[in-house]
């Protein structure tokens, strides 16, 4: 099996957590990002920590030539595992960002994991498989704008390239988290404060359970019961409510 597996957004938060489980699991760890220092960090930590080789390469996945480097990497024929996980919201209605900034955001959430998961695959098919998990939300179930449009392509893409690919032994998870503690809503400039404890999740524990759905070949996971039931109200509930959730997303 080939055992090295590649993080991106691997810097802070949800990305960090998988390249330490993986680390843990004895995978070879290629942590990507921009901040070039914390990656550095991370990978000097965990090879100390787990035995195992790490490296780092730091790249803009808003940016062309970011996404070829990554792309060339994970190309290689030693990558087994490809986490498409970095990400972010933007902080104000559509219409109010600058056009650039959601062209930006697009290009981080679906333009980037699909051209990685392109190289993934088409790496994976001539040895043997891999494992792709594409880090998705469960705002994927609901329409809240364009963060939610773009987290919805990811989950609509894993389910169809987990039964296209499974034969072939390449397993495509989508990973489907609610609220977890992370640098994602301090980016944002949100109140955490405002959503109510019981909603929050902690990243190990969203990455363990999501590791295990890949191990399973689910196309698709929800940590936790909580969010499972929120996912479901998402997807097949009544569209008053459904609205109405959506109505405070922007
Ligand atoms: N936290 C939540 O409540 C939550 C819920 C559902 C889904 N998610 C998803 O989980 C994923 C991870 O987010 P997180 O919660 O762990 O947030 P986080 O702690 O803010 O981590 C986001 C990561 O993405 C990287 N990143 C951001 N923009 C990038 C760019 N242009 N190019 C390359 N890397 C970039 C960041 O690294 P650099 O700054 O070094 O580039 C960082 O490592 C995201 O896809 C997010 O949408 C989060």
Redesign the pocket.
């Known amino acids: 099996m080939r055992k090295t597996a590649l993080v ?10 998988f390249a330490r489980q993986l680390a843990e699991r004895g995978h070879a760890v290629v942590l ?4 070039e220092a ?2 550095k960090e991370t990978a000097e930590e965990l090879a100390a920590q787990w035995q195992v080789p790490t490296e780092w390469l ?6 062309a030539d ?1 996404v070829a480097a990554v792309a060339a990497r994970v190309a290689q024929p030693d990558i087994g595992i490809l986490v498409n ?5 933007l902080k104000n209605d559509f219409h109010a960002n600058p056009l650039q900034d959601e062209v ?1 955001h697009l ?3 679906v333009s ?1 994991p699909l051209q990685l998961s392109h190289a993934a695959v088409n790496s994976m098919l001539g040895s043997g498989g891999g494992t792709i998990l594409n ?5 994927g179930f609901l329409p809240r704008g364009t ?1 939610s449009a773009a ?1 919805a392509w990811g989950i609509s893409f894993s389910r169809w390239a987990n039964i296209h690919y499974r034969d072939r032994g390449i397993n495509v998870t989508a ?13 944002m400039q949100m109140d955490k404060s405002v959503y109510p404890n019981w909603m929050w ?1 902690d ?1 190990p524990r969203v990455v363990r359970e999501a590791l295990a759905d890949a191990d399973a070949g689910k196309a698709v996971s929800i940590p936790s019961k909580r969010y499972k039931v929120l996912a479901a109200i998402g997807a097949r509930g009544p569209q008053r409510l459904v609205a109405r959730i959506a109505g405070r997303g922007r």
């Not at 996980?85 to 919201?89: E, L």
């Not at 880090?135 to 705002?139: F, I, K, N, T």
């Open positions: 991106t957004g691997a810097t802070s938060g949800l990305g960090s957590e990507t990002g921009r901040n914390r990656l730091a790249a803009d996945l808003a940016t970011g996980n970095a990400g972010y919201g930006d290009n981080v959430l980037a880090v998705a939300s469960v705002a963060y987290k990973v489907c988290p609610g609220f977890v503690h992370t640098e994602f809503h301090q980016r999740l990243a």
